[in-house]
């Protein structure tokens, strides 16, 4: 990091309340926590590791003792393993979503599961005494988001600001995030073993991490960060 952006993360966290994410890498690099009272992204392809930050990010609230909300649009949360990695259900508020699969749904279930779920959210928010409120849009077709009204995402940004909670957005590409918040993109690269062509052999991914602010804080370069999944690096 640069002087300058070591400074302008130090004022972003002494200027803004933070909830954190369950990783120190990842609080330093996005200004000690998720921002309260704006809307917040966790961004990237399957398997990059967007669900491990998130539920990270639901089990540092509930371990010491604050209410999360999780609107599950496609119905993907499995609670048994989020358990066994450590979140506190009894203070979890999950909204489950309709299964639907995306690959083969028609475009308007996904719509009618997208707006359901957004209502949700913003009613939830507006209802008020949660931590953290999570938007899980992950694997829904970018288009089928972007099809929203603009107006979508200011109503969000509008309902929670001023609170003491952190709206956090999942999904494949930034869609929402709110003038306050930041995105995190996480990318994931793969690694490979073996000498020749024929003997390699995939060994798992590397994440990587690119937060975003909006104006306040310049963008930080792209690092690799393999604590993120809990997966091994190259």
Not at 61 to 90: E, I
Not at 101 to 126: F, G, K, M, S
Not at 150 to 170: C, F, I, K, M, P
Request: aromatic share 4%; hydrophobic share 45%; charged share 20%.
């Amino acid at each position: 990091f640069s002087l300058l952006r070591l400074s302008a993360i130090s004022a972003l966290a002494l200027t803004t309340r933070v909830v954190s994410s369950g990783f120190d890498d990842l609080d330093r690099k996005i200004g000690g926590g998720w921002p309260l009272g704006a809307i917040s992204e966790i961004v990237g392809p399957r398997s990059s590791g967007r669900t491990r930050v998130l539920l990270s990010t639901l089990m540092a609230a509930t371990r010491h003792g604050q209410v999360v909300a999780l609107v599950d649009a496609l119905d993907r949360f499995d609670p048994r393993s989020a358990a066994d990695a450590g979140l506190d259900l009894t203070r979890v508020l999950w909204i489950r979503g309709a299964p639907v699969t995306v690959e083969t749904a028609r475009p308007a279930v996904i719509d009618h599961a997208i707006r359901q779920a957004v209502r949700a959210c913003d009613l939830i928010i507006r209802a008020g005494g949660f931590a953290v409120v999570a938007l899980d849009l992950c694997d829904i077709p970018v288009r089928r988001l972007q099809a929203l009204p603009s107006v979508t995402w200011l109503r969000l940004a509008h309902a929670n600001e001023s609170r003491d909670t952190v709206g956090l957005l999942g999904s494949d590409a930034p869609i929402g995030r709110s003038a306050r918040g930041v995105s995190v993109q996480i990318d994931a690269r793969p690694c490979w073993t073996g000498a020749s062509a024929q003997g390699r052999r995939l060994s798992g991914f590397t994440p990587t991490i690119t937060p975003r602010w909006a104006g306040l804080v310049p963008t930080l370069g792209a690092e690799p960060w393999a604590a993120v999944a809990g997966q091994r690096g190259c």
